[in-house]
């Protein structure tokens, strides 16, 4: 299992921002693509944001594009997701998924993720 820990989030007013970072801290992990994910109370686990292993092709989801950017150190074996102009309807667990370093194409699908964080929770209060 390779951890991967979360930071950033917390509460914030509508139209703040905020930058999550996630951390693979397996000492021989490389991973592959990576990505976010988030899941509101009562709703299913969806796509946010995905980068590619190079970093150079990144995907986004409708409701956040415009308003985050996401992007990567590999020397750090860290990806971070800056959001912007947040809204209420923000408010969840961002989860951070990284791929094994075979799979290093954009995707936003969660099945190519085998390592998942443990979330932190974002609050945009109106």
């Known amino acids: 299992q390779v951890p991967l820990v979360e930071s950033g989030g917390g509460l914030v007013q509508a139209g703040g921002s905020l930058r999550l970072s996630c951390v693979a801290s397996?000492?021989?992990?490389?991973?592959?693509?990576m990505a976010w994910f988030r899941q509101a109370p009562g709703k299913e686990r969806e796509f946010v944001a995905a980068?590619?292993?190079?970093?150079?092709?990144?995907d986004y989801a409708d409701s956040l594009m415009g308003r985050s950017t996401i992007s990567r150190d590999n020397a750090k074996n860290t990806v971070y997701l800056q959001m912007n102009s947040l809204k209420p309807e923000d408010t969840a667990v961002y989860y951070c998924?990284?791929?094994?370093?075979?799979?290093?194409?954009?995707?936003?699908?969660?099945?190519?993720?085998?390592?998942w964080g443990q979330g932190t929770q974002v609050t945009v209060s109106s």
């Open positions: 998924a990284s791929a094994s370093s075979l799979y290093r194409a954009v995707s936003s699908s969660a099945l190519v993720y085998a390592y």
């Open positions: 397996g000492r021989t992990f490389s991973p592959g693509a």
């Open positions: 980068i590619s292993r190079s970093g150079r092709n990144t």
